[in-house]
Each structure stands twice: as C-alpha cells, then as structure tokens.
C-alpha cells in the first residue's frame, strides 16, 4: 500500500491525492486518565490505529489519506485522576474548524472525523453540523466503535460494548501497543459497567466526575482482555469505516 499519512507525504503527492477526490481522516481522540495498567494516549493511539488499517482496507476502492490526529479532546470529567489533559467546547470547535479548513485548502471535498473517545460523541455530533454550514462542505463524523459496533459485541465477552480502559480497550492495546500495557496491574484493572453518555436511554443528564463511578478508574473488565480479541476488533472496526467510506456519505 502506498503511503496515507498526511504528514509523510510531500506537498506535492497531497496535491495529488486531491485531484483524485481523497477523503481525508481525521482522528479524534483524547489524553486522560486508563486505570493503573493502560497509557493516557489510549483513545488517541486506537482512533489513529483504525484510521490506518481502514486506509489500507479501502485504498484500493478509493484514495485515503489519515491527517494527523487531535490528541486532546473533552476530559473534564477524568481531571481529579491525574494525567489528563482536556480542553473546553469551543476550543475544540475552533481548532477542527481551522484543521478542516486547511484540508478544503489543500484542495480536498471528502472529510470525516473519526472518533476513539466516548466523552467526544455528543459534542462532535453538534460541531459536524457547525462545520458543516460554517465551511460550506458536508463533513462526516463516526466514532470507530459505533462503526464497528456489530464486532464489538461479538468479540467481548464481559461486555456488549466499550466502556473505559476496558477489556475492549485493553485487548486493542494489547494487539496495536502491547509495550504501553502495564500487565503487572491487570489483577486491579475492573470497575462497573457503564453505557457511554451518549448512548444512555435515562431521561435525565448530569455531569458526574468519573472519580464518583469508579475509584479505580476503570468501568468494566479488563482481566479477560486478550490481543486477539483486540486483533479482531482493530480489524473489524477498520473494515466497517472502510465500508462507509467506500459508501461515500458526502455523494448524498
């Protein structure tokens, strides 16, 4: 495969790709707080790990470049942990503004933000809209985990979706970056079982910091964590991404 990451390429082969009409990926993650045994930059690595294998999956169908990722995305609610960084609604929105700019710039139509951080749903789901009308260019968001929801569920087995430095996080860690893994902590690595704000059915909303649904700092299991379970869900995940941008939502 040729190569896809935006800042591995010459001005030039970016050129390029635009003349092709390549969509551009941009993942979306965040730096926070993954239990005693994961790495702060886990929503940041997997995001940019499916957006490469998705890249691959569909680069014979269509031109794909993967931008380099936002590490940082809204976090406030892991803040009394430790090791997070976060940053507010609208520096979110004007720094996604600015980088999706620069891509219809650069020549390029097709962009969809991708996302790999539950606490970011609700908000990029109302900023796709904004970029939309402000940039006058259809954006598309998905979050990896919602495209690949059908292979989460049929992977896990303590859980019917991701939750939080959970045994679906940790299996991806464990197949994409098993060095980040501290194994040592596994034993201690399980909490409750959440449903991601953005999927909740309760009629009600409140901010509640994470600390008050688990001290540990993990919601669900990651002990039954496994890299082939989380070969399974990188590759399933990227397949389902791909597929929807070969659908090519922006033609709608």
């Known amino acids: 495969m040729s190569e896809v990451q935006w800042n591995r390429l010459t001005a030039a082969e970016l050129g390029a790709l635009a003349a092709r009409d390549a969509v551009v990926l941009i993942p979306v993650g965040a730096t926070e707080q993954h239990g005693p045994h994961l790495p702060t930059g886990v929503d940041d690595f997997l995001a940019s790990e499916v957006c490469l294998r998705a890249a691959a999956a569909a680069s014979g169908r269509t031109g794909v470049v993967v931008a380099p990722s936002v590490p940082t995305g809204l976090s406030e609610h892991h803040m009394s ?69 059908e292979v989460v569920r049929d992977t896990l087995e303590a859980q019917d979706g991701l939750m939080h430095a959970c045994e679906g996080e940790t299996s991806m860690m464990m197949a994409a970056l098993p060095g980040l893994v501290r194994t040592e902590h596994l034993p201690e690595a399980h909490g409750p079982r959440i449903t991601l704000p953005a999927e909740s059915t309760e009629p009600v909303y409140m901010a509640v910091p994470f600390e008050r649904i688990t001290p540990s700092g993990v919601a669900g299991d990651a002990r039954v964590a496994s890299a082939e379970k989380g070969e399974t869900l990188l590759s399933g995940c990227a397949d389902a991404l791909a597929d929807i941008i070969v659908r090519d939502p922006w033609a709608a």
């Open 81 to 149: 942990f430790g090791g997070t960084l976060s940053v507010t609604l609208p520096t979110l929105h004007a720094l996604l503004r600015d980088i999706c700019r620069s891509v219809i710039r650069a020549g390029f139509s097709r962009i969809l933000i991708v996302n790999g951080h539950g606490g970011n749903m609700t908000a990029l789901h109302a900023l796709t809209t904004e970029l939309t009308a402000e940039l006058s260019t259809p954006i598309a968001f998905a979050s990896y985990f919602g495209a690949g929801r």
